[in-house]
Structure formats: structure tokens, C-alpha cells
């Protein structure tokens, strides 16, 4: 989607080239410069993708603090289970 936003700044540039009104000319190097934009947005966002974090995999201190301690124990009944009497 985001390479017809090159396109239209292509036209854009073309019609610039071509119309003998200088109102026209800026409002058609206007035009393409906003396509030429959202064409570099586009670009950027298909190849690295909207990089805002999601906030639902954030975990909050308790969360992590109830994890560390489950890992704990779990390391101490593998070291109770592998030390011989």
C-alpha cells in the first residue's frame, strides 16, 4: 500500500513539471511532498513495524519478585533431589 503514496508523489512531481500556474505548481510540490512522507512512513513501519511497546507484556515488580521465587524453589528441589543421604 505504502508504494502508491511513491506513485501519487511521482504524479505530483509530473504535474508540477507541466502546469504553467505558479499556485498550482506549489500546491502540486506540496502534494508530493506529502506523498513522498507518507511513503517514508510507510516504508519504516513495514519494515520495522510500530515499535510502541505492548503494555499487557510488561510485568510489574510483584509479578516478577512471585517468578524469582518459583524459580528459587524449583532450583532447590532439584539440588535436594540430586544430593544423595
Known amino acids: 500500500m505504502h508504494w502508491l503514496f511513491l506513485l501519487l508523489a511521482l504524479g505530483c512531481f509530473a504535474l508540477a ?11 502540486a510540490l506540496f502534494g ?5 512522507l507518507a511513503w517514508v512512513r510507510g ?4 519494515r520495522f513495524g510500530n515499535l510502541q511497546r505492548d503494555i499487557s507484556s510488561v510485568i ?5 519478585r512471585r517468578l524469582r521465587e518459583q ?3 524449583r532450583r532447590q528441589l532439584v539440588e535436594e533431589d540430586s544430593d544423595p543421604l
Open 17 to 27: 513539471l507541466k502546469v504553467p500556474q505558479m499556485s498550482l505548481m506549489m500546491l
Open 32 to 36: 508530493a511532498l506529502v506523498f513522498l
Open 43 to 46: 516504508m519504516y513501519v513495514a
Open 60 to 64: 510489574d515488580p510483584t509479578e516478577l
Open 71 to 73: 524459580a528459587q524453589a
